[in-house]
């Protein structure tokens, strides 16, 4: 009894989990459709409610939004308007720390994580996956020895972490990309790509 229960669970949850991310997900891009004025509204001339026509909304507002912003004049109109709203007390501030996240993980300009180490966290004997960052000019040639600048995020959320400067020798370079080392920690290291060999250098190293 207790094994098929088990198994009905293993059905379930993940399924059942996966239908509730999705429904919220199109739940809440179906509320882009109050932009539109009631009468361009599909409930009203297709005389029914279909789920998930907000998101080709949504997607078509984002498309459109870079294309416009990819272009110099959209450049400048952009780079004003960040501009005001960055000088727009407390909604400023919230905006630069988010958008400076974001930047961070979606941009491929160069603001964004380098690559992924292991460093010693949270004491001597334990490991922890970290993202290697830019040093500050204002640190750089403070420290007696080369130090790198490293963000060690939470699971299963990557958003939040810690940021520290650690010594270069006391770092181990891993094999993996930025998007590997994410699932895994979102996933809590049930789901990963990484090569078992990698973590071998941990043994090597001691």
């Known amino acids: ?24 997900i199109i739940t809440t891009m179906d509320q882009s459709l ?6 361009w509204h599909p409930d009203m001339w297709l005389g029914m409610h279909v789920p998930g026509l907000g998101i080709i909304l949504t997607l078509g507002v984002v498309l459109l939004t870079g294309l416009l912003v990819r272009n110099v ?28 996240v974001s930047d961070t993980l979606l941009s491929g300009n160069g603001n964004s994580f380098r690559k992924v180490l ?13 993202f290697q960052t830019n040093v500050p000019n204002v640190v750089q040639g403070k420290l007696d020895e080369e ?37 895994s920690i979102v996933s809590m290291g049930v789901v990963s790509d990484v090569d078992s060999t990698a973590f071998h250098k941990i043994y090597k190293a001691d």
């Open 118 to 130: 292991l460093v010693r966290y949270p004491h001597p004997d334990a490991w922890s996956l970290a």
């Open 34 to 39: 109050l932009l539109l004025p009631r009468k």
């Open 73 to 100: 004049f959209g450049q400048r109109i952009w780079a004003a308007s960040e501009k005001a709203m960055q000088h727009i007390p407390f909604v400023g501030n919230i905006y630069k720390g988010v958008k400076q």
């Open 147 to 183: 130090h790198v600048a490293v963000f060690i995020p939470t699971t299963p959320s990557p958003v939040n972490g810690f940021y520290f400067f650690v010594r270069k020798s006391d770092t181990i370079a891993l094999d993996m990309t930025v998007d590997v080392a994410l699932r």
């Open 1 to 24: 009894m207790k094994k098929f229960l088990v198994t009905g669970l293993l059905v379930w949850v993940p399924l059942g989990i996966t239908i509730w991310v999705l429904n919220l």
